[in-house]
């Protein structure tokens, strides 16, 4: 260790390289290549450490779409054969066939059992969609009105209110659920998209995240719109809004993960059909719609790769999301503790 | 608070007027003196009601907080004291959700087995070999998952810290099991831990000469479940620490570790001595969440398992059933609302204590 230190003040031999390394002096030429040396072997350590990481963390994903684009048949054949291969060729000699297709997908979308379940996953698309979208209006609407008037004005029981409502965070959901269930129940609630929305939809994280942005805003801003005539409520819309964007965008985003991979609450309230009706659509959301999908014994579901297929379709809007809104998710992520 | 008093500051250097009215308006001077002398020129103004600034806050709020009181405030109550009564079930139409009264309505109904007050659920609850096995295996699973987690997670964070090329690369890889859906990625895990020589883990494994091995199938050891259930909530919940640690890192200044350079200390040195006591907020807060988190594990366990909601593995199904599971489980019983309620609120005991004695500890070690 000591032979390779760089020590300051004694110019003898200077490392050039980064513009880091170039402030080190060494005392002879053999102590800068032991410590180039080191430098070098550190490097290939920590992008072999991170490389062998990132491949556990990405394997998933590779089988998860190469398994939805196999061939059913060469799969099996494959795993009874013990010849099974992460990413096989292009052409399975077996079968005489190519190793990939569609049909996995096309599959999970048209399934029609002779017994007469189906999964529609065309359907717990257009359900999570629908309850993703208003959830999150509704969200937004009331997570900004609160925000602003925590923010913003002043009102007797302010810091008591906001007090208990951040108390409330620590308190566990299922304690929650099992009167939110009842109340459903009461209200007849149960397999419709209210239930969805609603019990859920207001968020006092939201609203806590949303109230750190307003109280940034100078409160200068506030009495120069005053003089231009504006309420308070136009204040909001017109300044506080347009500034506050950003945070919003990040909650919408959020939100919208959230909603799309709900599936304790939404299994409870509504796992049937709309309004329990023998002939209404089926409630289901995506997340429901695949344990469905593995639960399910039919034949023509039951194999693994149309399983995996039900996965990726599950996944790939949340990818799409995520490689358009990365900026925004990571920010908003990493200064949030939801999910998990 | 530092925020309260600034805001009080700032408003110093606005006029206040208080109207015989009793209306009480904060208004630019301006305003004011318009007001004044329209006033005194004996013009009656157009008696517009006014609301004020209390009133206008109460208007944005009232969306926000019915629904808060209504599906939170009010659960969180009616579950508390629900907790406390034995025996009873929820009738339709007798009072809805709320627990009194449907309390009362199953005392006045003879058909109904003595409904009473107690502590009774607590002790059936804490005396249920179910509720202590689930216990068990939430600790377990707690205890294994949690510190492996933060502390991959902080290897990785200052690892991708420390490289510049390919570094937002890693970063987008080490996130992406975030932005998944937890069900689906489960049920990945499931087929790759397949049994026999079919699965993808078990073929990794051959490549060692080991034998394959039973996973996650109806008869597996519950051992060979909890490994996967580990390395899915390792999996699972990684992203997330990684990118906390990493935004803590990118804020610590670069003078320590120079000074550090210079004074000549080891990497591991550097580590002990100024990453982690500088990233120590960072370090709490993720610990606090995370344990938090574990404790109220139960999707990834059902989603690994695919059978439905209430499937926890084995052939009872449920071999790692956790407090969460429990509750869920013994809610569908509606005799046992009760029940559920008292282990729900032995939940937040837990969680809240284990809070306390984080925080308590933090006291010592955190660095602010």
Redesign the interface.
């Known amino acids: 260790m000591a032979t390779a230190t760089p020590i300051r003040n004694r110019p003898t031999v200077k490392a050039s390289g980064t513009a880091h390394e170039s402030d080190l002096y060494f005392a002879t030429p053999a102590q800068m290549r032991a410590y180039k040396a080191k430098a070098i072997i550190s490097k290939v350590l920590l992008y072999g450490f991170l490389s062998l990481l990132a491949i556990f963390m990405l394997i998933p994903f590779i089988f998860m779409i190469v398994t939805s684009l196999r061939n059913p048949d060469c799969y099996d054949w494959d795993i009874a054969t013990k010849t099974f291969n992460l990413l096989p060729s292009w052409w399975n000699q077996k079968y005489n066939t190519s190793n990939y297709t569609l049909d996995n997908f096309i599959q999970v979308f048209t399934y029609k059992s002779n017994s007469g379940s189906t999964i529609n996953f065309g359907l717990y698309y257009l359900n999570t969609i629908y309850v993703a979208g208003v959830s999150t209006v509704f969200t937004l609407v009331t997570a900004v009105l609160a925000a602003f008037a925590f923010a913003r004005c002043n009102f007797k029981g302010k810091n008591l209110l906001f007090t208990i409502l951040l108390a409330t965070m620590m308190i566990p959901g299922e304690m929650m659920v099992i009167t939110n269930f009842q109340t459903v129940k009461s209200l007849q609630w149960e397999n419709t998209y209210a239930a969805l929305i609603f019990v859920h939809g207001v968020s006092v994280f939201y609203i806590f995240y949303l109230r750190q942005t307003f109280q940034q805003i100078p409160n200068e801003l506030f009495l120069a719109a005053k003089v231009d005539g504006y309420g308070h409520f136009k204040y909001l819309w017109k300044v506080m809004i347009p500034i506050a964007s950003p945070t919003i965008v990040t909650i919408a985003i959020l939100s919208l993960m959230g909603a799309w991979n709900a599936y304790i609450w939404p299994n409870l309230v509504a796992s049937g059909n709309f309004h329990s009706q023998s002939s209404g659509w089926s409630m289901k959301l995506v997340s429901n719609g695949l344990m469905s999908l593995f639960t399910n014994s039919d034949t023509g579901l039951s194999r693994d790769t149309v399983r995996i297929a039900g996965s990726v379709v599950c996944t790939a809007p949340l990818f799409v999301f995520f490689l358009i809104f990365r900026k925004y998710i990571m920010r908003g992520v990493s200064r949030s503790g939801i999910k998990g | 608070m530092e925020?309260?008093a600034l805001?009080t500051n700032?408003?110093g250097g606005?006029f206040s007027f208080s109207y015989a009215n009793g209306l009480s308006l904060e208004?630019?001077e301006?305003?004011a003196s318009f007001r004044r002398t329209h006033s005194t020129l004996g013009v009656k103004k157009a008696s517009k009601i006014r609301i004020g600034?209390?009133g206008?806050?109460?208007i944005?709020?009232i969306?926000?907080?019915i629904?808060?009181l209504?599906?939170?405030?009010?659960?969180?109550l009616?579950?508390?004291i629900?907790s406390f009564m034995e025996n009873f079930t929820?009738v339709?139409g007798s009072g809805?959700?709320f627990?009194i009264a449907n309390f009362i309505a199953a005392l006045n109904n003879p058909r109904v087995t003595n409904p009473s007050l107690g502590f009774g659920n607590y002790v059936r609850v804490l005396s249920d070999e179910q509720f202590l096995f689930s216990l068990r295996n939430t600790v377990l699973i707690v205890v294994v998952s949690v510190p492996l987690t933060i502390i991959?997670g902080l290897?990785?964070a200052v690892?991708?810290h420390?490289?510049k090329p390919?570094q937002g690369f890693?970063q987008?890889?080490?996130?992406?099991?975030?932005?998944?859906?937890?069900?689906?990625?489960g049920?990945?895990?499931?087929?790759?831990f397949?049994d026999g020589?079919?699965?993808?883990f078990n073929?990794f494994l051959h490549l060692f000469g080991i034998e394959a091995q039973q996973w996650l199938s109806v008869g597996a050891p519950a051992w060979n479940n909890f490994f996967v259930i580990i390395i899915y909530s390792i999996?699972?919940?990684?992203a997330?620490k990684i990118?906390?640690f990493?935004?803590g890192l990118s804020s610590i200044d670069k003078q320590y570790y120079d000074a550090a350079?210079?004074d000549?200390a080891?990497?591991a040195t550097i580590f002990r001595r100024i990453t982690v006591p500088l990233l120590s907020p960072q370090i709490l807060?993720i610990t606090i969440?995370s344990f938090?988190?574990?404790f109220?594990?139960?999707?990834q366990i059902i989603?690994l398992f695919?059978?439905?909601?209430y499937d926890f593995g084995g052939t009872k199904k449920d071999n790692w059933i956790t407090v969460?599971g429990y509750?869920?489980r013994i809610?569908q019983d509606s005799t046992k609302?009760g029940r559920?309620?008292a282990a729900?609120?032995v939940?937040?005991i837990i969680?809240?204590l284990i809070?306390l004695v984080q925080m308590a500890v933090s006291k010592k070690k955190v660095v602010y």
Not at chain 2, 235 to 238: H, L, Y
Not at chain 2, 306 to 309: E, F, L, Q, T
């Open positions: 925020k309260t805001e700032s408003q606005r208004e630019t301006k305003e600034e209390a206008k806050a109460w944005a709020l969306p926000a907080l629904f808060l209504f599906f939170m405030i009010y659960p969180i009616n579950t508390f629900m929820f339709k809805g959700s627990a991959v290897l990785i690892c991708l420390s490289i390919l890693f987008t890889v080490f996130f992406l099991p975030y932005v998944t859906n937890a069900i689906a990625l049920m990945v895990f499931k087929i790759i397949t020589d079919a699965g993808l073929a999996w699972n919940g990684i997330f990118l906390v990493m935004s350079k210079i000549g080891s990497r807060y969440t938090i988190g574990a109220k594990s139960y999707t989603s695919g059978g439905g909601a969460v509750i869920y809610m609302n559920a309620a729900s609120f939940l937040l969680i809240l809070t």
